[in-house]
C-alpha cells in the first residue's frame, strides 16, 4: 500500500515552486498525493511578515489536529528563522530550514523506520549552493515557473528574507535549460523566471562560470518550444541599454517589468536601506520605454514607513504620477522583529498608515485605467488560458501583462495577436486578428 501525503505552502512563488518540485521527488519515490487523511504533511512555511509566522503555525497545529497519526514535517524560511518555536508545537516529527528541502522525501521515509523527532536545519552561512530543485510538469496550465535563484544580499531594513535564505547562489545554466525543454515538452509556452533576488543572478562571488540574467534569458529563449518568457521581478539598477538590447533580440521577452519602487522619497528609501532614489528609477523606467514602448510597469509600495513624513508620500503620490504604472501593489509597512526598521524610532500609526494606503490605492485606480484605456487600438499578444468572467468570453494576460478578454473562438494555451477595442470592467476586451 503507498504512503500518502499532502504539501500546504504559504508565502511567495519560490516557496510554491519549492512544494511542487517537492512534491514531484516524493512522486519518484513512490509515494501518492492525497489532500485528506494523508499520511504525511509536509507544511512549507514564510516568514516575512509576522502574520505569515503565526499562519504558519496555525497551518501546522492544524495539520496536526485534523491528522493525529500523519507524519508532520515542517520546513521553509519560518523554521529556518525560528527552528526552536517550531520545535515546542506540539505534534512536529520532522523540522528543515529553506535550503535543504529536497531531503524531506528522505527524512520522512528515516521517521517512518525511527519514530524518532528529526531536526536538520542547516547553517545559512555554510550554505553556498543553491538547491537544484527541477519540476517537468506544474499545475498551473498555462505559465511555467523556472526558480533559477536563492537567497539576498540586499539588506533592505524592513526584510528578513536575507536571514530566511542566506546568501545569494545562482543554479547552474544547463540545468535551468534543460528544465525549460522539459516543460515546453509538455505543452508549457510562457516561461517565468523566477527567485528571490532574480537580478542577483550569477552575482555570487565564488561563481566560477560568470553569467547574468540576461544569459539566462538569452539561452531559455534559445529552447524552440519556449514562445515567450516573463521576469518575476527586477531591481531597477539591473537595467542597462545591453541589457534591454540583448532581451529585445530574443523576440520572446515579455515587456513586463516588476521594478519594486517601495517609495518615491528618498529619504525614505534611504531609510530602508533600498540601492536607487527616485530619479535613477525614472531614468530607468524610462530606458525600458525606448526599447519596449508598451511595457507594463508594475510596482510594490509600502506606505507608513518608520519616519515617513507626510512630505515623503506626497514625494511618493507625485512620483507615482509620474512613472504611470500599469499595476500598484500595496503594503502597509508592518514591524517585523529581527529587522532594523522595527527598531527604528518615529513609528506611524494605524490610522495614518489606512489613509496613506488609500490615497495611494485610489491614484493606482485612475493610472491603471489610464494605461488601459491608451491600450484600445493597440495590438497585443496574449497567451490564453480560461474561459473569462464574462459571459461567453475567453480570456488570457497580454505580454505586457493585461487581462485580455475575446468572444473569438480560441483554445487555452494558444497565442494569439488580439486588435484592442475597449476597456470594461478593468479589463481589455478584443478581437483575434
Ligand atoms: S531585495 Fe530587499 S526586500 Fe527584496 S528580498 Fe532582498 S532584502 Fe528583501
Redesign the pocket.
Known amino acids: 500500500m503507498k504512503n500518502t501525503f499532502n504539501i500546504l505552502t504559504l508565502g511567495c512563488k519560490v516557496n510554491q515552486y519549492e512544494s511542487e518540485a517537492i512534491e514531484e521527488l516524493f512522486i519518484n519515490r513512490g509515494f501518492e498525493k492525497q489532500e485528506d487523511k494523508a499520511d504525511i504533511y509536509v507544511i512549507n512555511t514564510c516568514t516575512v511578515t509576522n502574520m505569515s509566522d503565526r499562519k504558519s503555525r496555525q497551518t501546522i497545529s492544524k495539520a496536526r489536529k485534523e491528522n493525529p497519526n500523519a507524519i508532520i514535517a515542517v520546513m521553509g524560511c519560518y523554521s529556518q528563522v525560528k527552528p526552536d518555536e517550531v520545535k515546542k508545537i506540539e505534534g512536529v516529527d520532522i523540522i528543515l530550514g529553506s535550503r535543504n528541502k529536497e531531503d524531506v522525501v528522505s527524512l520522512c521515509q528515516d521517521f517512518l523506520n525511527d519514530k524518532k523527532q528529526i531536526s536538520d536545519i542547516i547553517s545559512l552561512s555554510e550554505t553556498k549552493t543553491i538547491e537544484e530543485l527541477q519540476i517537468e510538469n506544474q499545475s498551473e496550465m498555462t505559465r511555467a515557473y523556472i526558480k533559477i535563484q536563492d537567497g539576498?544580499?540586499?539588506?533592505?531594513s524592513?526584510?528578513?528574507?536575507?536571514y530566511a535564505?542566506g546568501d545569494i547562489s545562482s543554479r547552474n545554466m544547463d540545468s535551468i535549460v534543460e528544465e525549460a525543454k522539459k516543460l515546453t515538452d509538455n505543452g508549457f509556452k510562457e516561461i517565468v523566471l523566477t527567485g528571490?533576488?532574480v537580478s542577483s543572478y550569477g552575482k555570487e562571488k565564488a561563481l566560477k562560470e560568470k553569467s547574468d540574467l540576461i544569459d539566462v534569458i538569452e539561452n531559455v529563449a534559445k529552447v524552440d518550444g519556449v514562445k515567450r518568457i516573463r521576469l518575476s521581478s527586477m531591481?531597477p539598477r539591473h537595467i542597462s541599454r545591453d541589457f534591454l538590447e540583448r532581451m529585445k533580440k530574443t523576440g520572446k521577452a515579455c515587456d513586463h517589468f516588476h521594478l519594486?519602487l517601495?517609495s518615491g522619497s528618498n529619504h525614505i528609501l534611504k531609510l530602508m536601506?533600498?540601492k536607487y532614489d527616485p530619479s535613477l528609477y525614472k531614468e530607468k523606467v524610462e530606458l525600458i520605454r525606448e526599447y519596449f514602448p508598451n511595457a507594463g510597469i508594475t510596482t510594490d509600495i509600502i506606505v507608513g514607513f518608520p519616519q515617513e513624513t507626510e512630505e515623503d508620500h506626497k514625494d511618493t503620490l507625485e512620483f507615482i504620477k509620474e512613472i504611470g504604472f500599469s499595476k500598484i501593489h500595496v503594503f502597509k509597512y508592518s514591524k517585523r522583529t529581527g529587522t532594523v526598521a522595527a527598531t527604528m524610532s518615529g513609528q506611524i500609526n494605524g490610522n495614518i498608515k489606512k489613509e496613506r494606503s488609500h490615497d495611494i490605492l485610489k491614484l493606482e485606480e485612475k493610472i491603471r485605467k489610464d494605461f488601459l484605456q491608451k491600450q484600445v487600438g493597440n495590438t497585443l499578444s496574449v497567451l490564453f488560458e480560461t474561459k473569462s468572467d464574462m459571459d461567453g468570453f475567453m480570456s488570457g494576460y497580454s505580454s505586457n501583462y493585461l487581462r485580455v478578454n475575446v468572444k473569438d473562438k480560441v483554445e487555452t494555451n494558444q497565442i494569439k495577436d488580439v486588435l484592442i477595442t475597449e476597456v470594461k470592467d478593468n479589463e481589455l476586451i478584443g478581437k483575434i486578428i
Do not use: K, L, T
Not at 158 to 162: E, G, K, N, T
Open positions: 539576498c544580499n540586499m539588506y533592505c524592513y526584510c528578513m528574507i536575507p535564505r528571490i533576488h531591481e519594486s517601495q536601506n533600498r
